[in-house]
């Protein structure tokens, strides 16, 4: 018996180690994590934002400011302390996805601003590989710091009006993030009332668009109902810590881009039902 079961384990082991090396034969993605502007695949990464993200559309980051966000600004610098988590996703050396997100650990809680995945590649589609990985390692990341109870993210909704190319495109980014924490046994609630995004800066080109706001909870499920009160402070988490950091606190432009969020806050404040439904 003895020499059997280890026949069957040497077998299984051989036939685990086998697609362990066919695997990687066929899926040679690799996750990088940026902690730089000066990291050599950066300006690959800024080839495919500007591709998939264009500056004109005024609910992204410009170029620049997408840069700047990728080195560590001074603790003294920032109202609330932030780090900034980038994981790009390689196939054969060139760059086809990344994920672009930020851990406030006094907060607990972390958001993802750009999330997306190079649709010519079939490796990095959104059925495959390079997503989930992208998504895992995020994941992975958030849960060693030991101090991150949820992550937000918010995506563009589609107008009944829009060409049908745009809503392919924009129907995949919204699926992207929530297909892939769902294949890690994870669940993305999106919160049932009009959102909107935040204008991302004081850019005479930025504006407030109607987006769908999703939180994840990474030790436990978000309930689907939700009291008016845990909302408004996910909802100052998103719009003061998260949009109201794009200036460091010396910049005059702080005080502005702050006074506008808080008033959008309290619009809120006195517009949200007792009880908000998250499904």
Same mark, same amino acid.
């Given at each position: 018996?003895?020499?059997?079961?280890?026949?069957?384990?040497?077998?299984?082991?051989? %036939?685990?180690?086998?697609?362990l090396?066919?695997?990687?034969?066929?899926?040679?993605?690799?996750?990088?994590?940026?902690?730089?502007?000066?990291?050599?695949?950066?300006?690959?990464?800024?080839?495919?934002?500007?591709?998939? @993200?264009?500056?004109?559309? %005024?609910?992204?980051?410009?170029?620049?400011? $997408?840069?700047?966000?990728?080195?560590?600004v001074? !603790?003294?610098?920032?109202?609330?302390?932030?780090?900034?988590?980038?994981?790009? !996703?390689? $196939?054969?050396?060139?760059?086809? %996805? @990344?994920l672009?997100?930020? $851990?406030?650990?006094?907060?607990?809680?972390?958001?993802?601003?750009?999330f997306?995945?190079?649709?010519?590649?079939?490796?990095?589609? +959104?059925?495959?590989?390079?997503?989930?990985?992208?998504?895992?390692?995020l994941?992975?990341?958030?849960?060693?710091?030991?101090?991150?109870d949820?992550v $937000?993210?918010?995506?563009?909704?589609? %107008? +009944?009006s829009?060409?049908?190319?745009?809503?392919?495109?924009?129907?995949?980014?919204?699926?992207?993030?929530?297909?892939? +924490?769902?294949?890690?046994?994870?669940?993305?609630?999106?919160?049932? @009332?009009?959102?909107?995004?935040?204008?991302?800066?004081?850019?005479?080109f930025?504006?407030?668009? /109607?987006f769908?706001? @999703?939180?994840?909870?990474?030790?436990s499920?978000?309930?689907?109902?939700? /009291?008016?009160?845990?909302?408004?402070?996910?909802?100052r988490?998103?719009?003061?810590?998260?949009?109201g950091d794009?200036?460091?606190?010396?910049?005059?432009?702080?005080?502005?881009?702050?006074?506008?969020?808080?008033?959008m806050?309290?619009?809120?404040?006195?517009?949200l039902?007792?009880?908000?439904? !998250?499904?």
């Open positions: 018996m003895i020499t059997i079961v280890a026949s069957i384990v040497s077998a299984v082991g051989a %036939g685990v180690i086998l697609h090396i066919i695997t990687e034969i066929r899926d040679p993605v690799r996750i990088r994590r940026v902690i730089s502007a000066s990291d050599p695949v950066v300006p690959a990464t800024l080839e495919l934002y500007q591709g998939l @993200f264009p500056e004109d559309d %005024g609910t992204n980051y410009s170029v620049e400011e $997408f840069m700047d966000s990728m080195d560590t001074p !603790a003294e610098q920032r109202h609330v302390q932030v780090r900034n988590i980038i994981h790009v !996703a390689t $196939f054969k050396g060139a760059v086809v %996805g @990344f672009f997100a930020h $851990f406030y650990p006094d907060r607990r809680k972390a958001i993802v601003s750009y997306a995945v190079d649709k010519n590649v079939k490796e990095a589609r +959104v059925d495959s590989v390079a997503a989930l990985k992208l998504t895992s390692a994941i992975k990341t958030l849960r060693k710091t030991g101090k991150c949820a $937000f993210y918010d995506v563009e909704r589609i %107008g +009944v829009a060409p049908a190319e745009q809503k392919r495109r924009k129907m995949g980014r919204a699926g992207l993030f929530r297909a892939r +924490v769902k294949s890690l046994k994870l669940e993305a609630r999106e919160f049932k @009332f009009q959102y909107q995004c935040p204008k991302v800066s004081l850019s005479e930025a504006h407030e668009e /109607p769908a706001l @999703f939180c994840v909870g990474l030790h499920a978000v309930p689907r109902q939700l /009291p008016k009160k845990t909302i408004l402070e996910y909802l988490f998103v719009y003061l810590d998260c949009y794009m200036y460091p606190v010396e910049d005059p432009r702080f005080s502005t881009h702050q006074e506008h969020l808080r008033q806050v309290q619009h809120y404040e006195e517009t039902p007792d009880v908000v439904v !998250a499904a």
